[in-house]
Structure formats: structure tokens, C-alpha cells
């Protein structure tokens, strides 16, 4: 083929992409690490923590090959409030791909909890119970963020979007916590 006639196909080919403006809502997600809420008012970034999980069992838990434990957030009720039923997460810099949960916390007087089941390896993290899970749909939207939606409509309630830190770190967590209003 003349190079001519394949320059012509290469312009063909990528000027109109150069030309498109991008649509991926990530392309305004502020540059640092973190889990985002896009609102009316632009991106909201949570004020994430760490979640720290101890044990709570007896003597049961002596002899089990993992013990009942739980997780507690300060505060009654998440300060963050979302109306919408199925929100639509962006998480930024963490490591999403090696452990992303959705779970749904238990109130109590002064704080919110997340019952776990932690394992005798020091190495692991705890696990969520299953019936506090829900199922999410996780998007990849460039090397750094994915798009986190729930599966369902969310029930009103108080619930926690968690992610591993790191890779090389997954014994720690990180929180996002909010609650889901009518």
C-alpha cells in the first residue's frame, strides 16, 4: 500500500477520536485518592476511616477456627445522608480490586457496628457476614478508579462502603460510611 494512502487511513482513524470530547464522568473526579458520591453540588469526598475489628466471643471462640468480632463507628448515624436508593460510588486510588464490600451496619445507642468473623491468621482481615453484604457492580474506569454501583435499591439505613487500603497492606480498611434516607 502507498504510505501516503496509509497515513490518509491513520488520520481517518484518530481524528475523529482527538476530536471527541471525553464523557466518562471520571474525567472530573478530583485527582486525589479516595471514595467519592457524586451530588447535585459536584463530587463529595468521605471522610474515610479505618476500621479496627476486636473480639467479642467466650470460650466458644477459644476452640473455633475464628472469633466472633465486631467493628464500631462512632456517632448514632452517618453525617453523610443519600436519598437516592441505588447511589453510585467512585473509589480513587485505593485497591478496590482486592476487596470492595457494601455492608450494612447495626445501630446502636452511641455508635454504629459491623458484626465479623475474624480468623486465627493475624494476616487476614476479618470477614463481613454474609447476610450484612449487599451485591455490588464494580465498572473499571481508568487504571486508578472504578465506579461502584449497588446491585438493588438499598433499603433505608445506616451502611459502610469499605475498601482495602492497599494491596501490600489488606489487613487494613478503609470506610466510607453514609445512610440511605426516603
Known amino acids: 500500500m502507498n504510505f501516503t494512502i496509509r497515513i490518509a487511513l491513520v488520520f481517518a482513524l484518530v481524528v475523529p477520536l482527538w476530536s471527541q470530547a471525553p464523557t466518562d464522568a471520571t474525567v472530573s473526579i478530583p485527582p486525589n485518592a479516595g471514595i467519592y458520591y457524586r451530588s447535585p453540588s459536584?463530587?463529595?469526598?468521605?471522610r474515610a476511616?479505618?476500621?479496627?475489628?476486636f473480639s467479642v466471643g467466650g470460650?466458644?471462640?477459644?476452640?473455633?477456627s475464628h472469633r466472633r468480632g465486631k467493628v464500631e463507628i462512632p456517632g448514632p448515624t452517618a453525617e453523610f445522608r443519600i436519598t437516592e436508593?441505588?447511589?453510585?460510588?467512585?473509589?480513587?486510588?485505593?485497591?478496590?480490586?482486592?476487596?470492595?464490600?457494601?455492608?450494612?451496619?447495626?445501630?446502636?445507642q452511641d455508635y454504629r457496628e459491623v458484626r465479623v468473623s475474624i480468623p486465627r491468621?493475624?494476616?487476614?482481615?476479618?470477614?463481613?457476614?454474609?447476610?450484612?453484604?449487599?451485591?455490588?457492580?464494580?465498572?473499571?474506569?481508568?487504571?486508578?478508579?472504578?465506579?461502584?454501583?449497588?446491585r438493588a435499591d438499598l433499603s433505608p439505613g445506616e451502611y459502610v462502603l469499605v475498601s482495602d487500603f492497599a494491596p501490600?497492606?489488606?489487613?487494613?480498611?478503609?470506610?466510607?460510611?453514609?445512610?440511605?434516607?426516603?
Open 121 to 150: 491468621d493475624v494476616y487476614r482481615w476479618a470477614q463481613f457476614r454474609r447476610g450484612d453484604l449487599t451485591d455490588l457492580d464494580v465498572e473499571s474506569v481508568s487504571t486508578d478508579t472504578v465506579r461502584v454501583r449497588p
Open 168 to 182: 501490600q497492606y489488606r489487613a487494613f480498611h478503609v470506610a466510607a460510611p453514609f445512610s440511605v434516607s426516603k
Open 85 to 108: 436508593p441505588r447511589p453510585t460510588f467512585s473509589v480513587r486510588g485505593l485497591s478496590p480490586r482486592t476487596g470492595l464490600y457494601l455492608v450494612r451496619t447495626q445501630q446502636e
Open 59 to 64: 470460650f466458644r471462640d477459644l476452640v473455633s
Open 49 to 53: 476511616q479505618f476500621l479496627f475489628p
Open 42 to 46: 459536584g463530587w463529595v469526598l468521605f
